[in-house]
């Protein structure tokens, strides 16, 4: 039985790491146009109501998944025009993903998942 894919959208650099990784001075400081929190709808993981997420963390296992949204209108509303703009220019993109749907986390925003 083939798998039942999903497509994810996510912003990352050409190495697959996220704006939120800190890698190489790509800090959220230096491209966010506002503080990324629950109170203006871009929540953590665990405030996402991720489940699996906390236990994951505890696990120890969080590190084999990364962040992304089933919808590009999704992806715009968390990141401003300003916020990808930036991150274009620092040679983050946006890329699409087919995801077998066993490896997604579903959250309120966002979604985890495990790109391989």
Known sequence: MS????????????DGIGPYK????????????????ITNGRPDPVDDEIEEWYSLY???????????????EHLHAWFSKLELQILTDLGFSIQKYEIDEQNILLGNCQVAFKKK
């Open 3 to 14: 798998p039942n894919l999903v497509t994810v959208f996510r912003v990352e650099n050409k």
């Open 58 to 72: 505890c696990e120890g296992t969080s590190e084999q998944y990364v962040f992304g949204f089933l919808y590009l």
């Open 22 to 37: 800190g890698c190489k001075g790509f800090h959220s400081d230096i491209w966010a146009d506002c503080t990324h929190t």
